[in-house]
């Protein structure tokens, strides 16, 4: 029977880790999408109309092209900043080890992550006071979500890079007293 749910876990990871490089790849392609089409938009004005997903800046493009190129900055940051996590999600997937899972490497990719989901908070919060700050001196509305779940999931990635740091440590220790 434990051989079985030992099976069983490591297809769930297997099945989680092909999951999560579909998503990898989806959120690179959308980054990609609008760090593209934004490129485009530079040169030809026209582009703006449709910048990605039918998101129209032409009227901010129109009103000021430096704020243009920070506001399309933001939204372009944070795909970037979920596919980098999703990128540390797949090698946690790669580094686990059924047999001895916590590592040192675990650990230190959970803090990372628990950094990054606390990167995409703060874009978002700025993207969002930024859309306001636009919407407020120009003639468009612009919006832009706060991702405040990313504040308590970077919490809880944190404490569960702290309980593995612990779990490695009590790991060294009952080797060295076998």
């Given at each position: 029977?434990a051989?079985?749910?030992?099976s069983?876990t490591?297809t769930i990871?297997?099945?989680m880790?092909?999951?999560?490089w579909?998503?990898y790849?989806g959120l690179?392609i959308?980054?990609?999408?609008?760090l593209?089409s934004?490129g485009?938009?530079?040169?030809?004005f026209?582009a703006a109309?449709?910048?990605?997903?039918g998101?129209?800046?032409?009227?901010?493009l129109?009103?000021?092209r430096?704020?243009?190129?920070?506001?399309?900055?933001?939204?372009?940051a944070?795909?970037?900043?979920?596919?980098?996590?999703?990128?540390q999600?797949?090698?946690?997937?790669?580094?686990?080890k059924?047999?001895?899972?916590?590592?040192?490497?675990?650990?230190?990719?959970?803090?990372?992550m628990s950094?990054?989901?606390i990167?995409?908070?703060i874009v978002?919060l700025?993207?969002h006071?930024?859309?306001?700050?636009?919407?407020?001196?120009?003639?468009?509305?612009?919006?832009?979500?706060?991702l405040?779940?990313y504040?308590?999931?970077?919490g809880?990635?944190f404490?569960?890079?702290?309980v593995?740091r612990?779990?490695?440590?009590?790991?060294?220790e009952?080797d060295l007293t076998?």
């Amino acid at each position: 029977m434990a051989k079985s749910k030992k099976s069983r876990t490591a297809t769930i990871l297997q099945v989680m880790q092909v999951v999560t490089w579909i998503v990898y790849i989806g959120l690179s392609i959308e980054a990609g999408a609008i760090l593209v089409s934004f490129g485009v938009s530079l040169f030809n004005f026209q582009a703006a109309e449709d910048l990605h997903l039918g998101l129209s800046l032409k009227h901010l493009l129109d009103f000021d092209r430096r704020h243009y190129i920070a506001y399309v900055s933001l939204l372009i940051a944070v795909p970037v900043l979920k596919a980098s996590l999703m990128y540390q999600v797949i090698q946690i997937l790669s580094k686990v080890k059924l047999e001895s899972p916590f590592t040192l490497d675990v650990a230190k990719i959970l803090e990372k992550m628990s950094m990054t989901l606390i990167g995409v908070w703060i874009v978002s919060l700025i993207g969002h006071s930024y859309a306001k700050w636009l919407t407020k001196r120009t003639p468009e509305s612009f919006s832009f979500e706060v991702l405040d779940e990313y504040l308590l999931i970077a919490g809880l990635v944190f404490i569960l890079s702290q309980v593995f740091r612990r779990g490695v440590e009590i790991q060294a220790e009952n080797d060295l007293t076998v």
